[in-house]
């Protein structure tokens, strides 16, 4: 069983570095994506939020996978470290990309504290994640 769980766990990570680090490296290749101030921004924050959103589903009701759960925050923790590089820019879009990832911080803080407590999610997950998509499809 803890075989299972382990292969379990690589074939996770494999997948994700996949779905995550290829469009991460592809975007760094691509000329369009310096072309303009700011540009990184909005598909770095978009990445940090999708891949908090596709993975998020896993953890809404207890008891938690505290070892899936790390393994989770951290690749997203990853992403959203990026999107605030993408975002140092001086730009209003860039201004916005990264108030969008620090409330996406925030909210992955507060989830962060229901899962290892192991009680239920905060009631506002729902409209505190509408407004993050909302701001980051404003850029």
């Known amino acids: 069983m803890r075989e299972m769980i382990k292969w ?4 996770g990570a494999i997948v994700a570095a996949w779905k995550y680090g290829a469009p991460l490296l592809e ?6 994506a310096s072309a303009e101030p700011g540009s990184a921004c909005g598909a770095s924050a978009r990445r940090a939020a999708e891949a908090w959103g596709s993975g998020l ?3 809404v009701r207890p008891p ?4 899936a759960w790390d393994t989770f925050r951290s690749l ?5 470290e990026q999107a605030e590089k993408d975002c140092g ?8 990309g990264m108030h969008a990832m ?13 899962v290892r407590n192991g009680s239920p999610l905060p009631g506002d997950v729902v409209q505190r994640q509408e407004a993050i998509d909302n701001a980051i499809d404003s850029l």
């Open 76 to 80: 997203v923790d990853d992403q959203i």
């Open 102 to 114: 620090r409330e996406l911080r925030s909210l992955m803080s507060d989830l962060d504290t229901a």
């Open 27 to 32: 975007s760094r290749r691509s000329p369009a």
């Open 89 to 96: 820019c001086g730009s209003e879009s860039c201004a916005k």
């Open 8 to 11: 379990a766990v690589i074939v």
């Open 57 to 59: 589903g896993r953890f």
């Open 64 to 67: 938690y996978d505290l070892a």
